[in-house]
T-cell receptor, first 112, second 116 residues
């Protein structure tokens, strides 16, 4: 069956450290993968998109890697800040026609 | 107004009621989506409209009925819902080309639905 799994439901890290979140998938062949941030009671907000032929993408303190052999994406936040505390979702496009499926999310807490 | 706007933000309804959720996007996008988000579960894709045609219906019960009258508006009509349908319903839009590459999704703030 198809699955998108994010490494842990919750992750606590110290301010200033690098947070690393994992997204693993099975039985998908996505053309690309996306990461979103969701704050409580709000809709998700797009952060980064990485295509299957790209290994790495960066945006300010964010970095995403995509390994289609391992079927895994890693999402890094460097120099983390308490304001980075939120739930982070990975999402895959698959099956054409704009079908985007989301993982369960990882709730990140950055401790001052 | 900009972005994706959903109304109402909160809705409480009985199981025999009929209500509708509304979504409006001001981004010039041509694809719109309904997602359901329940506690401890991932976002569930319910419906996708591309160029006002429904292109995806993820085995959603018929008590949920979508309507897309034009590329800027999307409705979710609700009829004889169950308490387990209580959830956050999120609308999103994207600049889909119809060739299977939606790009990023822009979400509204959601409609929190409680079914009594």
């Amino acid at each position: 069956s198809q699955k998108i799994e994010q490494n842990s439901e919750a992750l606590n890290i110290q301010e200033g450290k690098t947070a690393t979140l994992t997204c693993n998938y099975t039985n998908y062949s996505p053309a690309y993968l996306q990461w979103y941030r969701q704050d409580p009671g709000r809709g998700p907000v797009f952060l980064l998109l990485i295509r299957e032929n790209e290994k790495e993408k960066r945006k300010e303190r964010l970095k995403v890697t995509f390994d289609t052999t391992l079927k895994q994406s890693l999402f890094h936040i460097t120099a983390s800040q308490p304001a980075d505390s939120a739930t982070y979702l990975c999402a895959l496009e698959h099956g054409g026609y704009q079908k985007v499926t989301f993982g369960t999310g990882t709730k990140l807490q950055v401790i001052p | 107004e900009t972005g994706v706007t959903q109304t109402p933000r909160h809705l409480v309804m009985g199981m025999t009621n009929k209500k509708s959720l509304k979504c409006e996007q001001h981004l010039g996008h041509n694809a719109m989506y309904w997602y359901k988000q329940s506690a401890k579960k991932p976002l569930e894709l319910m419906f996708v409209y591309s160029l006002e045609e429904r292109v995806e219906n993820n085995s959603v019960p018929s008590r949920f009925s979508p309507e897309c009258p034009n590329s800027s508006h999307l409705f979710l009509h609700l009829h004889t819902l169950q308490p387990e349908d209580s959830a956050l319903y999120l609308c999103a839009s994207s600049q889909g080309t119809g060739t299977g590459e939606p790009g990023e999704l822009f979400f509204g703030e959601g409609s929190r639905l409680t079914v009594l």
